[in-house]
């Protein structure tokens, strides 16, 4: 087994190799060369991913505490971790996992057996999170064959079920440990959770003899930061060696120095997706046409996000394999806007764009809504709290004809195949598009997720404003970051540091 | 006697005020819109799914009993679980009254004795220009809000001259060097109003006092000045400097959720800022009901110090 090594490394000019960045971060009490300080934001509230679904618990412990039978790499291809190769029977309903007979958990290097598995995933399904045991509800039944073989049966052929083991759903737990996973970590990853100050900071130190490759930094803190600005500052002054996400990119001219800090760009999985009310005033497929036409997708995300990130055409980031280059397929076109309008009969009935306040989308929603005025739509905004009053209204009550809002979680594509989703969206044929996609090959997934997502952007399901783009600040000693986001991970096991 | 009686009117007020806060936060806490189930669920969340969630966590009941379930809860001291974390609430927050305990004790030590030297020194020297030059400064600080000042802190002394960290928190047992380190620019953004706030009490009631009579008579019987305000006058300007203090603690304490967001300081109110986003109602609920004990302490000891602090108060009949 082969772990993967992140892209991304920065190129460094000689001037920032000199190593004048002398200011080591505080709070660390190991040699400052192999002890790590990484900013975050949203803490860690509790510790256990299988009841809390929480962004921050797999940020600081997935593949660095805790491992999966598979893993995701940067590529977005699925990659052996804990099990060394898996079989897939003809049916594709039956998937034998080998696990590799090197792997031990961090407590006493008791070995990682079939068993764990079995426990692990029977754990998730009976006391997980709803959209853990969703992940989990195609399993029929899961067995330990062998002391390293683990057979899971689905009720159907599922890709996405396999994609999801990647993450929170597939990790391995020690059955053994006897502990409380909300307040404690049991996983046979490189590094142990040896300090945790709840909301304040968490600490993790790599274990005597991780069973894999060696990962360079012995400790690692990671800081919480309820907002941006106390973040930043504490990354100018010297007190962390990773800022992990600057969260919004007028923060950036700040580091730009590049004798202290290294920017890296990437992005992520986050579509940033104008949504369309389909069984509104826009039910009318002209309209949503017209107003895919009537917005100037580079001047927006000029605008509003420094002209960081990058445009999409329909619900795919370009990181994932199926993804096709849509943005052509409605240009920036005031007059076709205008006789799209005219051709529906638009009454001149206002839309109601209901945004949540975030920085994005509050930006993003006033100029949009400028530009649907200069084409002669009327629309009333409104912004509503986020997250609680937005979900209420826009996604409980769909009491909304526009809203704006990212979708994070990776290939979100497949929402557009249930139409009680938000956007109330009904297309059999992309509902026929994704279930296909599920059950067959990875050929097949691929092609027929490449056409969903084309029926999607050609119907004018939602539009599709950019994809947010992953700003990571490190001190210019920093290797190994990862340039975009294909996981929940914040993988420590890449990371190093130049002498 | 007296004293006995007055006490425990003090304390009678004490827990209706509690349980009339309890009624008050609860219904202001169902009245908000939005609901913790959805919330938990997020934007990938399906309808029947958060109603299943809702159900299991016992939001579809009665209000009245699920505020018979808290209020039962509170008396035995449990403040119950997260609907987040599904962890008791009291232990999680109990580090995090740490932090803003030692916020606000330290910024109210530091806000009472500067006010003290100011204060004094602008009412003794009210009609010199130093007197009024402090009196002006006072007048400034009262015009800063804190925020602002932190801000400002933390530009120059924390990425300029890198003094200080410019944000985060050392528990006070693991490590109090670091504590003080950490502590030194949100209590002084904290003490730069409430000084200034409590300069200008101060400095009022000792110009009150020194135009009292028995200042006078002392300092006819040959006391000088100062003596003569120490031994005289400060007993009379701590009963309303007390009064203030009990009312600008209050504030302190809301002043610490603003100054724990400036320098990521994880305390009550960052947690309760987090709570009311994610509707996470009991933890809100909780917290505000511990605030709000925490005033009401503070007011009743303030009543209390009234009876140490004046004599005529003990006795039947008295009056202030």
């Known amino acids: ?119 692990s995933i029977e754990r998730g399904r009976a006391d997980g999170h709803p959209s853990l045991k ?36 597939g990790i391995v737990y020690d059955s053994d440990a006897g502990v409380d996973f909300a307040d ?21 130190t790599r274990r005597s003899s991780p069973w894999g490759e060696t990962p360079f930094f012995t400790d690692v803190t990671f800081r919480y930061f309820a907002t941006p600005n106390p973040e930043n500052a504490a990354m100018l002054a010297g007190q962390l060696d990773i ?57 927006l995300l000029d605008t509003v996000w420094a002209g960081h990130g990058e445009l999409i055409g329909s619900m795919v980031p370009s990181t994932d394999p199926w993804y096709e280059d849509l943005t052509g397929l409605y240009p920036f076109d005031q007059e076709k806007a205008r ?54 209204v826009v996604m409980g009550q769909f009491d909304y004809d526009i809203s704006i809002v990212s979708h994070v979680e990776p290939r979100d594509l497949v929402k557009f195949a249930n139409p009680d989703y938000y956007w109330r969206y009904d297309n059999k044929d992309v509902q026929r598009l994704v279930a296909e996609a599920d059950a067959g090959t990875e050929e097949e997934m691929v092609a027929k997720f490449r056409q969903a997502a084309r029926i999607v952007a050609e119907d004018a399901a939602c539009d599709f404003l950019f994809v947010l783009p992953n700003l990571v600040v490190t001190t210019p000693d920093i290797r190994g970051v990862a340039q975009d986001v294909t996981t929940l991970s914040f993988d420590l096991t890449t990371l190093s540091r130049e002498a | ?122 009412a003794l020297r009210r009609r ?46 693991r490590d109090p060097l670091g504590w003080a380190h950490h502590m030194v620019l949100p209590v002084v953004s904290l003490t730069i109003v409430q000084s200034a706030v409590l300069t200008r009490y101060v400095r009022s009631a000792f110009i009150e006092v020194l135009a009292d009579d028995h200042i006078r008579t002392a300092r006819a019987i040959g006391w000088r000045q100062f003596p003569a305000l120490m031994r005289h006058g400060l007993r009379n300007v701590a009963v309303q400097v007390v009064t203030v203090l009990g009312l600008q603690l209050a504030s302190l304490l809301v002043g610490a959720i603003v100054i724990e967001q400036v320098f990521a300081l994880q305390g009550l109110g960052t947690r309760l800022l987090d709570a009311v986003a994610q509707r996470d109602l009991l933890v809100v609920q909780g917290i505000v009901m511990l605030l709000v004990l925490a005033v009401l302490v503070i007011n009743f000891l303030v009543d209390l110090a009234y009876l140490a602090i004046d004599p005529r108060l003990r006795t039947p009949g008295g009056t202030r």
């Not at chain 1, 306040?357 to 709290?385: K, W």
Request: aromatic fraction near 8%; glycine fraction near 8%; hydrophobic fraction near 50%.
């Open chain 1, 1 to 119: 087994m082969k772990r993967r090594t992140a892209l991304g490394l920065i190129a460094l000019t000689p001037a920032a190799a000199a190593g004048l960045f002398g200011c080591t971060p505080d709070e660390v009490d190991g040699d400052p060369n192999t002890s790590l300080v990484v900013g975050a934001t949203a803490e860690v509230a509790m510790l256990d991913p299988v009841i809390n679904t929480a962004a921050a618990i797999p940020q600081a412990l997935l593949y660095n505490c805790y491992e999966t039978l598979v893993k995701l790499d940067a590529e977005n291809t699925i990659q052996p971790l804990l099990a060394t190769s898996w079989d897939i029977s003809d049916d594709r309903r039956t998937y034998t996992f080998h696990l590799d007979d090197r792997a031990t958990f961090a407590a006493g290097d008791r070995p990682v057996t079939a068993e764990d598995v079995v426990w």
């Open chain 1, 134 to 169: 969703a992940e989990l509800a195609p399993i029929e039944t899961v067995t330990a064959s062998d002391e390293h073989t683990v057979t899971i049966e689905l009720k159907q052929p599922s890709n996405l079920w396999l994609l999801s083991m990647t993450g929170a759903s």
């Open chain 1, 184 to 204: 404690s970590v049991a996983g046979s990853g490189p590094y142990e959770v040896t300090s945790w100050a709840p909301g304040a900071d968490l600490v993790l």
């Open chain 1, 243 to 299: 800022l992990s996400s600057v969260q919004a990119p007028q923060a950036l001219p700040q580091f730009e120095d590049p004798d202290r800090f290294t920017i890296i760009e990437g992005t992520t999985q986050g579509e940033v997706v104008m949504g369309f009310n389909n069984a509104g005033i826009l039910a009318d497929k002209r309209l949503r046409q017209a107003i895919r036409h009537a917005v100037n997708h580079q001047a």
């Open chain 1, 339 to 392: 006789a799209l309008i005219a051709e529906a009969g638009y009454d001149g009935t206002p839309l109601r764009m209901r945004l949540p306040i975030l920085p994005y989308a509050t930006a993003a929603g006033q100029f949009v809504a400028s530009q649907l005025r200069d084409v002669g739509l009327e629309v009333a905004v409104d912004e509503l709290e986020f997250p609680a009053r937005w979900l209420d």
């Open chain 2, 1 to 122: 006697m007296t004293v006995v009686v007055a006490v425990a009117k003090r304390a009678a007020i004490f827990v209706v005020s509690l349980w009339v806060a309890s009624v008050l936060v609860f219904l202001a806490c169902s009245a908000l819109p939005g609901d913790v189930a959805q919330v938990i669920l997020g934007i990938g969340a399906d309808p029947a799914s958060v109603d299943r969630l809702r159900t299991e966590f016992g939001l579809d009941r009665p209000l009245i009993i699920r505020y018979g379930e808290w209020v039962g809860g509170l008396l035995t001291g449990d403040l119950g679980d997260s609907y987040l974390t599904r962890r008791p609430i009291g232990p999680d927050l109990a580090p995090r009254i740490g932090v803003t305990v030692s916020l606000v004790v330290c910024s109210m030590i530091l806000a009472m004795v500067m006010a003290l030297l100011f204060g004094m020194h602008a």
């Open chain 2, 128 to 173: 010199h220009l130093d007197g009024f030059l402090t009196s002006a400064g006072s007048q400034i600080g009262l015009a800063v809000p804190a925020f602002w000042a932190g801000i400002l802190l933390v530009v120059v002394f924390a990425v300029g001259l890198r003094w200080f960290p410019a944000g985060g928190h050392v528990p006070l047992s």
